[in-house]
Each structure stands twice: as structure tokens, then as C-alpha cells.
């Protein structure tokens, strides 16, 4: 039956194709067009998204989970901010988490989510993101959905050409957007010019945990490097990262930094480089930055500060660095699903760049130059210029393909996605967006296997798209149906923060390996109890350690007395549910901290310094049971030098 | 034992497909259940967990001595309550039981048309809250009584080492992931 309503469907869209004149995008309805949308998207209760897309929070520093076509927003992910909904950042487990060389930072701006590849296809272990401002590369399990990893990328500022991974996931890499003085040090702004360093930053993954680890550092002349791509396929082993303010400014950048016609996508070799830096090549620096990482069997993240770190001078390697002239400040810098198209989209140009791999190769073997940059050899313009779409827009950003030999780059002036074809560079559709649109995501559009059905459009200005809500709206995204020749758009949905990129995968990939729950015998966390029984609490001093216990519905113990004003009480909460989708939460009045959510089999710590004598309650914030409102419990605080004695207790007995 | 949970599970399904007689469109995750659209509102008790510990359900389908009692569970439609977030305490009467009560009341309870007295009797044995045998114990010392699901309140009685409620022994416990099974053996009625 349901073949026939998509026969009838196909049917009615043929018909109402037939008849239409060009209306797709207005926004009344269309009697059998709008249903026949309504019904690709709409994805009946109880049955599930096609798709996962990974939607980056912008300025909430976090990464928001929708589904694919429904638009539902299914979870957010805390990455770079501190997040009282789990208590992450603001447990004693998770708080190392955000810990830099510049101290406990809350919060951060999380730009560009990208999902672990092998063979340069999407494999679903891990997804990486970058934190802006006080640079930062995160890694979270897409087993979990949890953050695990946080490193800091030193100098680095503005940490925004990142987090891109090679095809096997041997390299996240970082480059930074402000170039600045490496080390820093005390010095003039107006020396900037030849001084300021740019360092892109190419991170080791180990393949077994994930874990990161800065295997060196390119110190690039000083320009800002934007954004970037790994080579696939043949351009495997290279590196693409685009770059403006060539000129070299350090004010009014709008103006200064859009003087020179062309600046360059900088093209790096890093296998040629990792052989040099296997081989004893590189210069150990002085550096602080901090390494985060989250163990799920303590479930406790520890941080360690680093002190060194491996930097390579470009003129120390010859024939691995080369940079290909792009008009004209260019923004995006993608790689279709080949390798060897080189996109570069100038943000102040009306066309858009296509370099091509082999043409660079030829170029680079016959010395074909024209001068260079700080040693750095430029191409020819001409001898590495594959193409130029004419697209007709303005503003044109980004670039994500479909796998079928089809690019399709947003356009930020214009607000519109154009459809081009690559080889041909010919437009074959464009599509507006609701308003200024930025990234655009196709899951798996940034390999070598696109799973493109849909094209998600991430906008910067959402205006009258939704119900108003004073003067901020959530962002705007849009998603087309690109199976067609033409797009189609489908559907609209508000974002939560900014939506700056984001990365997608087929729902499979990741659905099986979504974790239920955390075995309770497999609880390494060293204030975990293995049941009930061992609840307790112990004064070490001003400290106290309250081994607590959840379980449906009820706290062990529950009456606690003995604790002084002064006192550093720890809860440390062992959740000892093994039921998928059951956290207890805990919160104490006063305590200026958030609340926590422990997960099944979990064990999770909350600090509360006491500063007031009396009986204060604590309870459940997670709507666990039936008898949820009765989960809760009492600690009477006692003046700093009474002598009452330490008890803890269940329904009035010992535990 | 998990693989016979599930298969069991989806015998279920399949039972409660066969039984229902009140057709009604309901979405569900489960593939088994998603072409299950002539079934009765099965809930939670559809969703398929091979990793959590398991529920009161799916731990009295897996216990043979408690085939009576699952069928009449499955009669009452009222699965989805024993696999709820509860947390539910269930005395579990042995087939045995059931095979006391007087000539015919099982089969008379078993028709569709008694399907409300046959909840009732069976949410008889449930009680909020999860109560392990310690818990039971410390109620007699208190001198509570349980408050069973339907109202009732039942007295729980220690003699040496055994524990009944409302004059039914219990003899094994179960715990389950949203509560805690006790074997009786006898039904518990008014």
C-alpha cells in the first residue's frame, strides 16, 4: 500500500510539476505541490529520522543533534560551555574539561563539526569541533554523545580554519584566523607586518581512543587563515587552507584587507612534512596549553598542561608548502569527492575559483611560478585555474557536493544555494534562502562518499521566517531535497545559538552504536559504591565525602546529619539504575553550582559548601518515577564548633 | 537468556496481534510493532532493549512458572504498566497458584468481557515504590501496611525467615530494572 501512495505522490508531483510556473520557494500553500512536500518531511510519531545532522551551537559553545528531514531537534551536546541541563562543566568530573592555559574558561564559540573518516568515508566513531576563541579542538563520541576530549591549540588565535580530519582520520588540523606574535610577547601592533605568525596545527589521532596530540605546528606568514579542507582520493596527503588579509593589516581589515586582487589558497603537503618531522625535523617551543580527557570507565576527566611543542619553520622543508592565487579574499576552500577539485570561494567575488589538483602537480613540476611569498612559491594563476563558475550570485561562501558530480555553493549577498556542475561549471539551479546563508551541509558532503539526499542551508538572518520573539531570533535553517535535477526546499527550522556548520551521516551508521547505559560493574569512578549498601558518608576534615546512592525513588541515604557550616561536602552520587534513558538528577539548595544528571551505572560529584545552620533539603531533578516528587531528602547543618556527631541514615535505620 | 527475552518478546507481539479485537492505530519503534497497526496500545512494552537490565515484563516472560500469569497480564492488556519507569514492587503467584484457585475462574477471568476484573485482581499484587525483602521486612517492624496499585492496603507478615503478603508467602525475589518481582504462592485476593 504504501508503494501505491508513493506511486499516487510521484503521480501528483509529475502533474503538479507539470502545471506549476516557477513557485517552489513562495511560501502559501500549493495544494497537491505543498502536500506532497509536507509528506517528505514528515516523519509519523513513533517512526524515525533518515539522518543524523550535527549542528554546530555557534556562541552556545555546544553541538546540537536534529534528525533528517523531520528538523527535530533530538539533543545538545555541551562541548565548549559549561551546561547546567547535565551539569557538565560544573560537576567536579566534568569541570577539568574546560580547563586552559588561560584558566577555567566557560564557554567558547564552536564553529565547524566534522564526523571520523576511514578510507575517506564517514565511520561514525567520533566527531571533532573547534572552539574560536580560546583555541580549542574538542573530540565527542558519538557512542556516548559526550564530549571526551579538549585540547588547546597554542598560538593559535581565532581558531576558526579547523577542525578538518584527513581521509583517515591520522590528523585533525587547527589554523588559526589572527595571525600573532609566535611567542607571544610584548611588542607594537603596527610591527605586525612580517612579524605575526599564522600556525596551522595538525593534531594526531590515535585510532584506538581518539586521543589528540599536536604532532607540529606550521608557523605560515602572518595572514588569516579561514578555512580549510584535506585533500581525498589523489589529493590525499595534501592540505587546503584558504586565506585573506595577504596585505597584511591590522585595522579596519574591511577595508585593508581587500586591497590585493588575489590572495591564495595555501596548499600543504603534509605527508611531505610528517616525514620531515619523523625524520627529526622541527623546533621544539615553549608552549602552555592544556589537554583535557574524559575517561568512561572513571568517568572523570583529568587535564594536563603541556609545556612543548614541535613547530616547522616553511622555509625548513622545501616542495611542501605552495600557494594558489584566488580572487579575491576567499572564505570557503572545499575539495569535491575526487580530490581534485580545489573550490575557493571569494567572498568579495561574483564567481567562483576551481583549482585542480593535477594541473597544480604539472605546475609545481615545471617550476611553472610566479614569484613567491615569504619563500613560499606562488602558481600561476593560469596554471592551476581549472575553472570559474559564473554563478550570477553574490557573496558566495561555501561548497559541499552530492557525489553525483554536482557542487552546490552558498551565497551570502544573494541568499541562495546554486547548483553547479563540476568539469562543466555550468549552473544548472539556484534556490533561494531565508536569510544570508552561510554554511550549507549535505551529510557526508565533505567526503568521499556523500549520503546526499538533503542539503541543509544554515542562515544568519531569520527576520519574519518564525513567530517573533522580541528583537534576537534563533537562526534559520532550510532543508532542500536535492535528489532531483532541481532542489527543492521542504522544510524550515529554527536553530538554537549560531548554526555555523555542521555535519551529517545516513541514521545507520549511528543508531546501533548509541550506548543505553554505563554497566555499574564496570564503574572504575573511585568514589563509586557497587550498590545501596555501601552508601556512607566520611568527615576528613573540613571535607566530607557522601557516598549517595539512586534508585528508583529514593536517595541512600537520605537524612544526613553532622555536617558543619565550613564544611566542603562532596556528593559523590552513584546512579545504580541499569535501565536505558533513567538518570536521576541531584540539586541542594544554596549551592551555587548547578544541578547534575547521572546517567545509568554512572557516577557523578557535587560540591556544596554549606554557610547557613538549618535543615536543607535536596532533591531529584530528573522526572525518573512515578514517585519522583517523593525523592528527596534533608542535611541539617550545624554551627562550625558543634560537636554532633556524623549520621546518615535510610527510613530511620543505620545503612 | 536475552535472545529467549526477545524471542519471547516478539511472540508477544505476535499473540497480541492475533488476540486484539480492538483495532487501533498506534506508533511504535519496534519494527515488529510498526506493521503491528491492528494491536492494542502496546506502549513501552514494544520497545527493544537488548543492553538494560530487564523490566518486571520481560523477566515474568522468561519465567516459566509464570506462563498463567503473563497470559493473564497479556489478557488484561496492561503490559506497557510493568514496564513503565515505575517503580512497581509485583508479587508474582506461581502457575500453581493460579491452578488453586476454584474450578473455572481462570477460564471465566481469561474472556474478554471480564478482561476489567482481571486487571483489577492482577494490579492487586503490584505495589508502588520497590520494596526488596529488607524493605518488606522493615514495614512489618514499623507496622506499615503496603499500598497495593488498586488501593488496598495489604499486611506484611515476618515469621522466622519468611515473609508473606496478604498471606502469601514469597518465596524468591527477582530483581528487575524497574523494580522488584516476588514469588508468591498463592494468588492474593480480596
Known amino acids: 500500500m504504501k508503494t501505491n501512495i508513493i506511486k499516487n505522490t510521484l503521480f501528483i508531483s509529475a502533474l503538479a510539476f507539470l502545471f506549476s510556473c516557477g513557485q517552489a520557494g513562495d511560501r502559501g500553500g500549493n495544494g497537491a505541490l505543498s502536500s506532497n512536500i509536507a509528506e517528505k518531511v514528515y516523519v509519523a510519531p513513533g517512526e524515525r529520522d533518515e539522518q543524523y545532522a550535527f549542528l554546530s551551537g555557534g556562541y552556545s559553545g555546544n553541538l546540537t543533534v536534529y534528525g533528517l528531514p523531520s528538523g527535530r531537534l533530538f539533543k545538545e551536546i555541551p562541548v565548549f560551555s559549561q551546561f547546567p541541563t547535565s551539569g557538565y562543566g560544573y560537576s567536579e568530573e566534568t569541570k577539568p574539561m574546560l580547563n586552559t592555559s588561560f584558566g577555567f574558561i566557560p564557554w567558547d564559540d564552536l564553529h565547524h563539526p566534522d564526523i571520523s573518516q576511514t578510507n ?62 609566535v611567542p607571544q610577547k610584548d611588542m607594537p601592533i603596527s610591527e605586525y607586518k612580517a612579524n605575526f605568525k599564522g600556525a596551522l596545527t595538525f593534531i594526531a589521532v590515535d585510532q584506538e581512543h581518539g586521543h589528540l596530540d599536536i604532532k607540529f605546528q606550521l608557523l605560515m606568514p602572518g595572514f588569516n587563515y579561514d578555512l580549510s579542507h584535506p585533500g581525498r582520493g589523489k589529493s590525499h596527503g595534501w592540505f587546503f587552507f584558504s586565506t585573506y588579509n595577504t596585505e597584511e593589516a591590522n585595522s579596519l581589515l574591511e577595508v585593508n584587507a581587500s586591497q590585493n586582487d588575489k590572495d591564495f589558497i595555501a596548499a600543504i603537503n603534509w605527508k611531505k612534512i610528517e616525514e620531515y618531522v619523523n625524520n627529526g625535523g622541527g623546533t621544539k617551543m615553549p608552549a602552555k596549553y592544556a589537554h583535557n580527557v574524559y575517561d568512561e570507565s572513571t568517568h572523570t576527566a583529568t587535564s594536563t598542561m603541556k609545556n612543548e611543542v614541535l613547530t616547522v619553520n616553511p622555509a625548513d622543508v622545501p616542495g611542501a608548502i605552495y600557494f594558489l592565487p584566488t580572487p579575491k579574499s576567499p572564505h570557503g576552500c572545499d575539495v569535491d569527492p575526487s580530490g581534485q577539485y580545489i573550490i575557493g570561494s571569494g567572498k568579495l567575488s561574483a564567481n567562483i575559483t576551481v583549482h585542480s589538483f593535477d594541473k597544480m602537480l604539472a605546475a609545481i613540476d615545471a617550476e611553472k611560478f610566479d614569484g613567491d611569498a615569504y619563500g613560499i612559491p606562488i602558481i600561476n594563476y593560469d596554471d592551476v585555474l581549472a575553472g570559474s563558475v559564473q554563478s550570477g550570485g553574490l557573496g558566495p561562501l561555501h561548497t559541499e557536493f552530492d557525489g553525483k558530480g554536482n557542487a552546490y555553493t552558498t551565497f551570502f549577498i544573494s541568499s541562495e544555494v546554486v547548483k553547479w556542475k563540476l568539469g562543466t561549471w555550468e549552473v544548472v539551479d539556484r534556490k533561494p534562502t531565508y536569510y544570508s546563508v552561510g554554511h550549507l551541509m549535505i551529510p557526508g558532503g565533505n567526503s568521499r562518499k556523500p549520503h546526499g539526499k538533503y542539503l541543509v542551508a544554515m542562515n544568519k538572518i531569520t527576520k519574519d521566517r518564525y513567530l517573533p520573539t522580541g528583537p534576537e531570533m534563533e537562526h534559520s535553517a532550510q532543508i532542500y531535497d536535492i535528489s532531483g535535477e532541481k532542489m527543492e526546499l521542504l522544510y524550515d527550522f529554527p536553530t538554537h545559538g549560531e548554526p555555523h556548520y555542521a555535519a551529517g551521516c545516513d541514521a545507520d551508521l549511528l543508531v546501533n552504536n548509541s550506548k543505553k547505559i554505563y554497566r555499574i560493574d564496570e564503574n572504575n569512578h573511585p568514589y563509586a559504591i557497587k550498590s545501596p549498601a555501601e552508601a556512607r558518608v566520611e568527615r576528613d576534615g573540613k571535607e566530607v565525602h557522601i557516598y549517595m546512592s539512586t534508585i528508583r525513588s529514593h536517595f541512600t541515604p537520605d537524612n544526613i546529619e553532622g555536617i558543619k557550616v565550613g564544611d566542603k561536602v562532596y556528593f559523590h552520587i552513584t546512579n545504580h539504575e541499569q535501565d536505558f534513558d533513567v538518570p536521576h538528577g541531584f540539586s541542594m539548595i544554596g549551592q551555587r553550582t548547578s544541578e547534575i544528571l547521572v546517567m545509568p551505572g554512572q557516577t557523578k560529584t557535587s560540591l556544596w559548601e554549606p554557610e547557613r545552620v538549618g535543615v536543607w533539603p535536596f532533591y531529584c531533578t530528573d522526572f525518573c518515577s512515578a514517585l519522583h516528587q517523593e525523592m528527596q531528602g534533608y542535611i541539617r547543618v550545624s554551627p562550625a564548633n558543634s560537636n554532633i556527631e556524623l549520621s546518615y541514615t535510610l527510613d530511620g535505620d543505620d545503612i | 537468556m536475552k535472545v529467549k527475552i526477545l524471542n519471547s518478546l516478539t511472540l508477544l507481539v505476535l499473540c497480541a496481534l492475533i488476540w486484539s479485537c480492538n483495532p487501533q492505530k498506534e506508533g511504535d519503534s519496534s519494527s515488529e510493532a510498526s506493521t503491528g497497526t491492528d494491536s492494542h496500545p502496546m506502549g513501552q512494552a514494544s520497545v527493544v532493549d537488548e543492553v538494560s537490565d530487564p ?69 492487586r499484587h503490584a505495589a508502588p515504590g520497590s520494596y526488596d525483602i529488607d524493605a518488606l521486612k522493615r514495614e512489618a517492624k514499623k507496622g506499615r501496611k503496603l499500598y497495593m496499585a488498586t488501593g488496598d492496603y495489604l499486611e506484611v507478615t515476618v515469621d522466622g525467615d519468611d515473609v508473606s503478603v496478604g498471606g502469601a508467602k514469597i518465596v524468591g525475589t527477582v530483581a528487575a530494572s524497574n523494580g522488584i518481582i516476588h514469588v508468591i504462592e498463592k494468588v492474593i485476593l480480596p
Open chain 2, 55 to 123: 523490566n518486571i515484563l520481560q523477566v515474568a516472560i522468561s519465567s516459566e512458572p509464570h506462563s498463567t500469569l503473563v497470559a493473564g497480564v497479556q489478557a488484561a492488556e496492561i503490559e506497557h504498566v510493568l514496564v513503565n519507569a515505575g517503580p512497581l514492587t509485583v508479587f508474582a503467584p506461581v502457575n500453581a497458584a493460579f491452578d488453586a484457585l476454584p474450578e473455572g475462574t481462570l477460564e471465566n477471568l481469561l474472556k474478554p468481557e471480564n478482561k476489567e476484573d482481571l486487571a483489577t485482581i492482577i494490579t
Open chain 1, 120 to 181: 575517506g568515508e564517514l565511520d561514525g566513531r567520533w566527531i571533532f569541533a573547534n572552539g574560536n576563541n580560546t583555541p580549542r579542538i574538542a573530540r565527542i563520541s558519538l557512542t556516548t554523545f559526550e564530549t571526551e576530549e579538549i585540547i588547546e591549540v597554542p598560538n593559535s588565535a581565532g581558531n576558526h580554519s579547523s577542525s578538518f580530519i584527513t581521509e583517515n582520520t591520522e590528523y585533525v588540523v587547527a589554523g588559526t584566523r589572527f595571525s600573532v606574535p
